[in-house]
């Protein structure tokens, strides 16, 4: 049981610690973005007691889509590159479509 929780430890290691570099904390910064997403809708259906989703929700998936695309251009990831491209899509329409929603209209 030592010996298995001693190689655990090393892969613990080895992925987290020897793999440490400015691309990795870029990533886990993206992907707290990205999380941070599903806590403010969470936080905002539970303040309206109905499933809601805020403009923040849409800012934290382009910030944190944004940062995971350059990651994975980085690691030359394409399941991500592709999944991360077609999402940042979808992102920038949904504000496009909420910025025009909330235009005031102007004099006639």
């Known amino acids: 049981m030592a010996d298995l929780f001693a190689q655990f ?3 613990l ?6 793999q440490l570099d400015f691309w990795v904390i870029l990533g ?14 969470w936080l905002a259906s539970e303040k309206a007691k109905a499933s ?3 403009v923040a929700f849409w800012v934290f998936s382009l910030g944190g889509g944004f940062l995971l695309l350059i ?6 990831d394409p399941v991500f590159i592709a999944g991360q491209g077609l ?8 504000l496009m479509l909420i910025r025009k929603s909330t ?5 006639e």
């Open 87 to 94: 999402g940042l899509l979808i992102y920038i329409r949904n």
């Open 9 to 11: 430890a090393g892969w």
């Open 71 to 76: 990651y994975s251009i980085a690691r030359q």
């Open 28 to 41: 886990f910064v993206a992907q707290l973005m990205f999380t941070m997403r599903f806590i403010v809708q």
């Open 52 to 54: 809601v989703i805020p």
């Open 103 to 107: 235009k005031q209209p102007g004099p």
């Open 13 to 18: 290691h080895d992925v987290f610690v020897k």
